[in-house]
């Protein structure tokens, strides 16, 4: 994996650049659409390539390792070959679906036990058998096994689940640099700072992190229900100290307003279940503003859903026929709005990349927060 | 609306014609894709022209009445421009609708009384209004109000219901010719041949039906669970005596052996839930048989769908793939297997047609019949 950054802004601390992986190119800053099971839900590979115009998207370790199995995967050639994906693809660790589906699980410094949310079955994770199975499903980026800790967090709990997560990252290196990829491309390790909203956790998770100079690095335990402030506030200061010339990973990371804000930290990756599993729920992000498009006001608004976003599905179909499928609960509902909503966040993430490159970015992010998070 | 016939099968009474609609053409033997509420299930309106291939595809009036309703449709300029399907619409008269979802109705002559499925309000269709409803939703074809019977059902109900079905049909006719189109268009009115599975009454009404000279005719109230024999036994009573020079639409209908050997017997339309519903459920129509995706035999096929159909959704993904995420319930799911079952179903009567055109149409269906039916 290469990464370049073709402009950094003036203003902040926002970036430009480019990812080389084995599966192609990925301009950052970039949004991965989640594709939980090795679905996008709702939306048709053709679609996440050719309308969202999605460059990587990212799997579940959890789900992936539970259904389809990792028998299934290896005998596929891995996650690309079963979905027919061929562009990047990251996948998490799983670590952080073990704490909030799995009903129970014991956390131990040899990993964790955990039950199947889907039949009850006990599996364990561990550091190296997480790098195992990531190797098994084959995406390009795979993430180190951490624990992501809720919020809020006692301090001693954050920092004694730091320590943990930091000799699991040890773990995690060790076990990735002494296998290799089953498939004929190569992977790429990212570890994750954790530290909860403490400063002063978050400044030695960072710094442990770099001290491991992988090729890029992640911000973990984040958007877990914490004020933005307090997310920004870290994410700043993690952000000055993870290297300049690796990309900086921020997970599970979120409203557009977020996107916006923490690209101008100096983000360069981000992921969030938002866009899908809002437009499932009828809300709809648009360049114009955030619509609830169940509400009445939009019954007989004929007009296309985003004119200026663009696209098939944002200038085929009316606000009104969205709202009557929604209504009438017809799957056609949820593939316009996951379509639309995606499309509307890769736009975002490449509009905010032309900024960065005109020099542009500052004020734009700060006019452009304020639209597209505004109720319509 | 014009009718032509471009050629006829020596060995049947199959034949190969051209509907012209202001919508634009249809070419038969045609099967048309069910939607419902204004969406055909799980698949995007460029999924059906580009993908499906479909010509024409079918709204229930019933469902539209109820939802989103008269003032939306109008308001909206007719379901094409509501739904953004620029090629040919048929609605039925929501007859059937009324019989199957509506928990209390009464029949009178006057017309029936129904409680709405949905928040169970009253509402009243007669011969008339549900030409006005019709003409309001502005399909291309639009059908008479009837009732269809259930299977089995006593001759003397059977008979006398028939006889309202033609009285009624007195009545639409006499509304639809004294009114018109809203939008611009034409709108023909197909009548509907009834009588249960009684041999004299499906010739009294085929010949009371022709005797209206519509610009095309359907048979109603089969596939409701009576022997595939007998179903096809009165088709082909009713095929003789309904004029040869209009199409005629064999109404509900059916499997992929119903529609060859209907089109054997002089049939010209056909419209079926059976795609898109045994999609949702799992059940693939493919060139080669009939496939159960959730059995465990399927769950390492990495092979594609169905090769020899073709199209993006047959031939980008695989069938471990898809049964994976059936039993998974990803939406993906129902989207990809209702474009699959819907493209072949298309293909199946294009391939009809060629046959036909080739004069080589029966002993083709013979071996299709066979081929098409059995469990993969």
Known sequence: MKFSIQATDSQSKARAGEITTDHGLIQTPIFMPVGTAGSVKAVHQRELSDDVQAQIILGNTYHLFLRPGLDVLHKAGGLHQFNSWGHPILTDSGGYQVYSLSGTRKIKEAGVTFKSHIDGSTHVFTPENVMDIQRTIGADIIMAFDECTPYPCEFSYARASMDMTHRWLKRCCERFDTTEGLYGYTQTLFPIVQGSVFPELRKQSAEKIASFEREGNAIGGLSVGEPAEMMYEMTEMVCGILPEDKPRYLM?????????????????????????????????????????????????????????????????????????????????????????????????????????????????????????????
Not at 299 to 325: C, M, Q, W
Not at 349 to 359: C, S
Request: some cysteine; hydrophobic content about 40%.
């Open 252 to 376: 599970g990371v979120g409203t557009p307003a977020n996107i916006l804000e923490t690209i101008a930290l100096g983000i360069d990756m981000f992921d969030c279940v938002m866009p899908t599993r809002n437009a499932r729920n009828g809300m709809l992000f648009t360049t114009q503003g955030i619509i609830n498009i169940k509400n009445e006001k939009w019954k007989n608004d004929f007009s296309p859903i985003d004119e200026t976003l663009g696209g098939y599905v944002s200038t085929t179909y009316t606000k009104a026929y969205l709202r009557h499928l929604v209504v009438s609960k017809e799957y056609l509902a949820a593939q316009i709005a996951s379509v639309h909503n995606l499309t509307f966040y890769l736009w975002l993430v490449k509009q905010a990349r032309e900024k960065i490159l005109e020099g542009t970015f500052y004020a734009w992010k700060n006019s452009m927060v304020e639209q597209v998070m505004r109720r319509l």
